[in-house]
């Protein structure tokens, strides 16, 4: 527009508004002013520019167009004044484009007069689709000549987004309004083209993009509250012809070139990174496909090296972190750090979740909570919460697995050893971060405790026995079952004698070793892990027995619950007969499993059978696939008769406990883990006496001889200390009974 159209307008901005409401030829020129020049319109004069703008989008006009049906080709004079109207309202909202200003946008006046401008949007952007030429070859008017010499972003798929992204801002009416007329899929359809790299979007990449994609990112996750996600997401597949590597592709751009870009490079390449993460974020809930029960879009992005963003996400979140190290860090740096949070906790619910925790912690994942303590201040809820959830629920739920407790130990080292006041600080600090760090340093370093007290005492000793006969591979020569390479046997007549009971688990077992990577080693690991955890909180799970009748007793048959796929992990107990009962199985999917029904009822025989002297423990992990794994242990007598008085809280009471299903944390006993944590420490092998003062709370300042090593250096020296004794020292209080 000319210059002396925008002095005019601004001399008299009432006058132009007034006159550009009317329908004479002259109006239609005012109208043009105001919105060529709708950015400069004065504050005080904004709400009646506005009015003027949406009374050219009245209802009656809009009765005679049919969106689904054919285009006329030239637009009709209430259509020119409508598209002007829709360009005039998107000028007026670039003034308020900014977060200092966004705060004075007139959402209000949007929301009142949706209804009149939802239809236009919907008529002008599916007329704008169905199109076989670009704008610039064939202008369905003169206006929108100059539309195209004002600039790329003056065409209509950015006026939608741009008022699109101004409604959203009423997030109660964007989630019960504008999610049930359409909009959602005209949002969709736009962000497809996207994808497409439609000719006819010849706006400015980044911005459009980033718009475009938090827009639908948003309708997703409002879908999913409604249970329509996957409906959206089907939407979008078909949009897209079925190619749902295509969109994998384009969202993981942005995070493999910021992965790539120098530091200061990463202004440059950020505007996309953040969204593309929340959108890859959403579509990881969406649909399956066929008889593949896992989501389309997760085989989409993990299925192939070039589309998979996992081995990027550790320098992205390290990265980005030291960039908080400021007393305002920029929006775009928060924002990236809490997609990129959010990211990695779906992330840990698809294949190889297991390798991915691994290669957090192995690149550099405790770093980031370290870089984080230096803006606490400046840190929100938005970037806390996602930050505390990845690290307590969704890495140290990991922690059962061996490979998982070897990198949190050595990652914890590191840390410890090269920023020593960072580490210290996360204990300390007051933040959200506070409680989950400590319950994951606290559940490492007592794991690693285990760790290291298997790999001396139990991991040679008894890791394999016959499946039949139970004699121990330092006794006699063990070969694998051929079939699920997993069991053992002495003899071809032990392994003919136990096929009646094992041809069930058979194949079973030979799925888990190729589908969830379970080795004889792991599951071996992990049986005692289970075995002692059970045996350590005891004291709590005979006070659970005594709230049921069926429960109660010495030899009542009673089985065991552990879920670990939950931080604190949550112990009950329950009548054995409940394994024969499949719809107390509905819940975890396995009430109508043949195989499953098969090894319930097998242990149930062999409880009852044993009378008392047998129970069973049943299993929630974490596995590979980052979905739980139901599993079924037996333990003796040994594990259960003896309970020893419970530890008092007072006894390192940071140290993690499973619950019960009321949240309340379970009575524990003393075990090898408190023995070579005090071990760790005193700096040296403590007595029985010092033990016992120890977890009585008499003795809260010892000796530390050794404390300028880490703690995981300290629990290795604790371990070794204790490692050429057959058995963990019984540790008697002054009157001579076992606390231990």
Not at 114 to 135: D, G, S
Not at 337 to 353: E, K, W
Not at 516 to 527: A, L, W
Request: aromatic letters at 8%; glycine letters at 6%; charged letters at 20%.
């Amino acid at each position: 527009m000319p210059p002396e159209d925008l002095d005019r307008y601004l001399s008299e901005p009432r006058q132009c508004i007034t006159s550009a409401a009317g329908d004479s030829p002259e109006s239609l020129e005012d109208l043009r002013t105001v919105v060529f020049n709708g950015g400069h319109t004065p504050d005080q004069f904004t709400e009646e520019a506005l009015a003027m703008l949406f009374s050219h989008l009245s209802s009656a006009n809009q009765s005679s167009f049919n969106p689904a049906g054919p285009i006329p080709p030239p637009l009709r004079p209430y259509e020119t004044k409508a598209l002007l109207s829709m360009a005039g309202i998107y000028t007026i909202l670039t003034k308020y484009n900014t977060p200092q200003a966004l705060g004075a946008a007139p959402i209000g006046t949007l929301v009142d007069n949706w209804p009149k401008i939802r239809k236009w949007i919907q008529h002008f952007f599916y007329r704008a689709l169905a199109r076989t030429a670009p704008p610039s070859q064939a202008p369905i008017t003169s206006d929108e000549v100059r539309f195209l010499q004002m600039g790329e972003d003056w065409n209509i798929f950015n006026m939608v987004v741009v008022i699109l992204t101004f409604i959203r801002q009423d997030y109660p009416f964007f989630k019960s309004v504008v999610s049930k007329d359409g909009t959602f899929t005209l949002v969709m359809k736009l962000w497809a083209r996207t994808v497409r790299l439609d000719p006819a979007l010849t706006t400015t990449p980044h911005t459009f993009h980033r718009k475009a994609t938090l827009l639908f990112s948003d309708c997703l996750q409002i879908l999913r509250g409604s249970g329509k996600t996957d409906g959206m997401s089907a939407q979008l597949l078909k949009e897209m012809g079925g190619d749902a590597r295509a969109i994998a592709a384009f969202l993981t751009r942005p995070i493999r070139d910021a992965a790539k870009t120098t530091h200061s490079e990463f202004n440059a390449q950020s505007i996309l990174l953040g969204p593309s993460m929340q959108l890859i974020h959403r579509l990881l809930d969406g649909v399956t496909g066929g008889v593949d029960p896992r989501p389309v879009f997760g085989q989409a992005f993990f299925a192939n090296s070039t589309t998979n963003p996992r081995p990027f996400m550790t320098k992205i979140l390290v990265q980005y972190s030291a960039r908080c190290n400021v007393n305002n860090p920029p929006f775009i740096v928060l924002e990236i750090l809490r997609c990129a949070f959010q990211l990695c906790i779906s992330m840990t619910f698809y294949q190889d979740a297991i390798d991915f925790v691994v290669k957090l912690l192995d690149g550099g994942l405790l770093d980031v909570y370290a870089n984080m303590v230096q803006a606490l201040a400046v840190l929100t809820d938005l970037e806390i919460i996602p930050a505390a959830v990845l690290l307590k629920h969704n890495t140290a739920t990991f922690l059962s697995h061996e490979c998982v407790i070897v990198a949190a130990k050595n990652a914890l080292h590191r840390l410890e050893k090269e920023r020593k006041a960072d580490y210290m600080a996360l204990k300390e600090t007051s933040s959200g971060l506070k409680d989950a760090w400590i319950y994951f340093a606290g559940h490492a370093f007592e794991r690693a405790i285990l760790k290291g007290v298997y790999d001396a005492k139990f991991h040679k000793e008894d890791k394999l026995s016959c499946a039949f006969c139970d004699v121990r591979m330092n006794e006699r020569t063990l070969k694998k079952c051929s079939g699920c390479k997993f069991i053992h046997y002495c003899s071809q007549e032990c392994q003919q004698k136990d096929w009646k009971g094992h041809k069930e688990q058979c194949k079973l077992l030979a799925k888990n070793l190729e589908v969830y990577k379970i080795n004889t080693g792991t599951y071996h690991f992990f049986e005692h892990l289970v075995r002692s955890d059970v045996k350590r909180h005891m004291p709590g799970l005979n006070l659970l027995a005594q709230h049921d009748s069926r429960t109660r007793g010495a030899d009542a048959l009673i089985a065991y619950s552990a879920d670990y796929t939950v931080a604190p992990p949550i112990f009950s107990v329950f009548p054995a007969d409940y394994l024969a009962d499949d719809s107390k199985y509905v819940e975890l999917g396995i009430a109508s499993n043949p195989q499953s029904q098969a090894i319930r009822r097998e242990l149930l025989e062999k409880v009852r059978a044993a009378k008392g002297t047998r129970r069973v423990v049943q299993v929630e992990v974490c596995g590979h696939a980052g979905t739980p794994i139901v599993s079924f242990h037996t333990i003796g007598r040994e594990d259960f008769a003896i309970c020893s008085a419970p530890v008092p809280v007072s006894f390192n009471s940071e140290r993690p406990r499973a619950t019960d299903g009321n949240g309340n944390m379970l009575a524990v006993q003393s075990d090898w883990t408190d023995i070579v944590m005090t071990d760790a420490i005193y700096g040296r092998k403590i007595t029985h006496d010092e033990f016992h003062s120890y977890i009585s709370g008499h003795a809260h300042h010892l000796g530390r001889s050794d404390q300028e090593k880490t703690v995981p250096e300290r629990v290795d020296d604790a371990v070794r200390r204790r490692k050429d004794q057959a058995e963990a020292p019984c540790c008697r209080d002054r009157s001579g009974r076992s606390i231990c």
